[in-house]
């Protein structure tokens, strides 16, 4: 059978790859990034688990495999102080060359800051303000801080000659997209469809950044992406997989913002021209990148990677 013939793509947004946090071994990762490259992918993005270390991961295999961008999407501030995080994001960018890797850092969810890590999460967005305050002026030109706030202090400053890598924060609320702006690079999203990213998050995040002399700030819209005839079947199998995150109240705001009910309503499903359909419908919104998590079966993954992976090679 033919291959789909790609639509002309300079109307879309930059299309990178999901990877999850459940590989197990550097090797997997390295694997993973090579086949992201190989597919085409002009990124491909790790969370962080509990399995290994995404930026370290990421520098051993982003040394060995040439030609994509990698980055964390994302890794907790809880436990991670702004000092060493600026080390080891410099670090990185150093073992994988200039402009291609970006630390993205969120504030992870109730249930893992107060469970696992014991930082209350009624104050988390001020602990995230507290950590950019280090973490971008150590990232920026001058490599320098000296920061004294409620709960954390950082005085020092880092003499590496690395780039700087790009920094992203995992914003959906007012108040953290306004940090967002004000401090990185932009956000990523997770659970935030077309119109939420349209009215709410591009508007905000676009004002903060100007309101601090910064550019335009990357919108890296993360959703699941599937490929696929059986649109029914896609949409129960992919909806039970979005259950448990879409309980979770952050992105049960972002669901509510959308107006929809059921989280699989703001996939990206269908055939090939339906999925270039919803795509146009993400760049139209006002963000810079898709962070397509491709779900479904192993043949509809594998359809929907080769086909995003020839989308975002054009």
Known sequence: MALYEVPQRKDLVRISLFSGADATSVGQVTERVQ?????????????????LDAPTAIAVAGSKVPGIDIGTAVVPIQGRHPLPLAIQALTVASAVGPGRFT???????????????????KSVVDLCAEELSVLSPLLGADRKVTFEGPTMTARASIGTDSQSPGLVVAALGPRM???AGRYSDGTVTWMTGAATLRRDVVPRIVEAAGQAG??????????????TD?????????????AGPAS??????M???EGVSDPVDIAILGG????VSQIRAISESGATELLANVMGTHDEQLRTRSFLGRLAGL
């Open 35 to 51: 086949a992201a490259a190989e597919y085409g992918f002009a990124c491909i993005w790790f969370a962080q688990g509990f399995n």
């Open 103 to 121: 630390l993205g850092i969120g504030v992870t969810h109730k249930m893992v800051s107060e469970g696992m890590f014991g930082v209350p999460y």
């Open 177 to 179: 997209l306004d940090l």
């Open 214 to 227: 910064r550019p335009d700030p990357r919108v890296i819209a993360g959703l699941p992406v599937c490929v």
């Open 230 to 242: 059986d649109v029914a079947g896609a949409r129960d199998r992919i909806g039970a997989a979005m």
């Open 248 to 253: 979770m109240a952050s992105y049960r705001r």
């Open 255 to 257: 669901l509510d913002a």
């Open 272 to 275: 090939e021209d339906e999925v």
